[in-house]
């Protein structure tokens, strides 16, 4: 678990019985594959089994919100962690999907009561996105792994102590 260069403050663990999601972006593949790779090396390093994990793919950045709420609303995750690379072209159309993207993954969140992680890189070239997978800076997926699995002993903290009730 040394890997995180944002430890959490206190230990954490993952809950036995806890599910999460992953959705990743195909485009851009060679980044955000290592971004993946992070993600499920950091739930396997937490004690999350193969098993506790569903893994779906998506063509683009753009469709991860779509299918971030159809995981989010079926209810069977306790998270939902989305990964994709965004990287600046010489078009707008970097804005529009970079914004599109983390205001419906946020959206989401918000909506369904279900933590969406944003593990989306939005990067001016690939050698800050490589940086950022695995690179100089860390694996950012590997970050949203460990977000997940924080917002999962959140909720149920919240629910132990009588302020919520587990998945609301």
């Not at 004690?47 to 159809?70: C, F, H, K, N, T």
């Not at 959206?107 to 690939?126: A, C, K, N, Y």
């Not at 100089?136 to 590997?142: A, D, L, P, S, T």
Request: hydrophobic share 40%; aromatic share 8%; charged share 25%.
């Amino acid at each position: 678990m040394s890997d995180d260069l944002n430890p959490p403050l206190v230990t954490i663990e993952a809950p036995e019985d806890a599910r999460f999601a992953i959705v990743w972006s195909r485009f851009n593949h060679a980044v955000v594959s290592k971004l993946l790779d992070g993600a499920k090396a950091c739930f396997s390093d937490y004690g999350v089994s193969d098993d506790s994990i569903y893994v779906v793919e998506v063509p683009g950045a753009w469709e991860l919100p779509y299918a971030a709420q159809r995981l989010a609303q079926s209810k069977r995750f306790d998270a939902v962690v989305a990964l994709g690379a965004v990287i600046r072209g010489g078009t707008p159309h970097f804005d529009y999907v970079s914004e599109g993207t983390a205001l419906g993954l946020g959206r989401i969140t918000l909506d369904t009561g279900v933590p969406v992680v944003f593990g989306v890189l939005t990067t001016d070239d690939e050698t800050q996105a490589f940086d950022r997978a695995g690179g100089v800076h860390g694996n950012k997926g590997r970050d949203a792994a460990l977000t997940a699995i924080e917002m999962a002993v959140f909720d149920r903290k919240l629910a132990d102590d009588g302020i919520t009730t587990k998945g609301s």
